[in-house]
DNA sequence: GCGATGTTACTCGGATACTAACTGTCCGAGTAAGCCAGG
DNA sequence: CCTGGCTTACTCGGACAGTTAGTATCCGAGTAACATCGC
């Protein structure tokens, strides 16, 4: 199985869509972004609330209410998003296999757990750089990839959407 | 959950065992580790398995046989190791949610599928950046790092119990 | 007009299936070493 | 002796059950904007 869930990959995506082109933040609701990128409404509306409680993006309740980035798009992170939805989940979970060892029978002497497990250290270090990596990319950065690939109609055609799918709802009311 | 199975763990002790004090190698069989790491037989067997066909260790069938190290310690890397077990999988999997989106209507323009998603990039080389740590580390850096904690006589005391596990088992005979 | 009331469209949060993967166990097959009896 | 069969202790591989986490859905509660209706 993969590590981050497709959770992960929801999040990251409604999250570039709340920005357009010229960097500019816009404010959506859940319904909105699951329709634009056809994504189960509840599992994303669940994870808003994470991004949420995560302080990533505030959200404002009742008719008209949605959600908006909390800060910067310039300042969230991939790794923040992967934090905010996946909690900080590690890649490696040690199970203390050194003291086990059957010479010891029940009780491991003081050398064996001094410090950490030598392979949970190498695993530790070895996440700590995906989270690096992870830290350099923020949502401007994939957001400003995605647009420059895009011709510049994209831009427009999502925003068009967006007011278009709101007017219909009032409309059919 | 974590993304490296404890199959892993077990994995690595158990070749971390395969070497003594000074770097040289033995060979075991499978009871031998379990036994002396407290772990699941048939669960290890199905590891030692893996670690063979990715040709990490070498095994002679029949009595007396067991698993030797197919290479010197410091040519294998725990990267070997994890992805003998585990198998070369990805961090993340891609769902293409760039080609859902409702504007495109069924048929995503061509430009949207050029080249990788952005998303999918972050964390592919985020992994890349994970599996060089883990590269950088083999089984005998691991191995010399415990016995460096460990007391002079902990190198001689592994040796007899195996020494004394197998004269025992002989006798029982 | 204007305030009270109701409707609508949201955000929240809990409860609950469904599915897939990991973990662990069981068992039978094949293989080689060593023992043992019969020639 | 020594040769063939038997036992033993291994590696292999498939099958399977239990557990857990991720995915998805449903529903009720709270909230705020807005319309509507009665005064």
Redesign the pocket.
């Known amino acids: ?2 590590f981050y ?4 990959e ?1 999040g990251i995506h409604s999250l570039m869509n709340m920005v357009d082109a010229k960097g500019n933040e816009r404010e ?5 972004m699951a329709e634009l990128q056809n ?5 994303l ?2 994870i ?2 994470r991004l ?2 995560a302080g990533l993006v505030v ?9 908006r980035l909390a800060r910067a798009s310039e300042l969230i992170t991939v790794l923040d998003v992967v934090h905010a939805i ?1 909690g900080q ?1 590690s890649m490696f ?1 040690c199970k203390e296999i050194r003291q086990r060892l059957a010479l010891f029978e029940e009780a491991p002497p003081a050398w064996v757990c001094d410090g950490p497990c030598g392979v949970r250290s190498v695993m530790d270090s070895a996440q700590q750089r995906m989270e690096e990596e992870l830290a350099r990319h923020t949502i401007l950065d994939l957001a400003r990839k995605m647009h420059r690939k895009a011709p510049d109609t994209f831009a427009i055609e999502v925003k068009e959407w967006i007011s278009n799918r ?1 007017t219909q ?2 409309k ?2």
Chains 1, 2 share one sequence.
């Open positions: 199985m993969a869930s497709s959770g992960v929801y959506m609701n859940v319904r909105e994504v189960p409404y509840d599992y509306a669940k808003f609330t949420s409680r959200s404002s309740e009742g008719k008209g209410g949605g959600f996946d989940k979970e709101r709802q009032t059919s009311v």
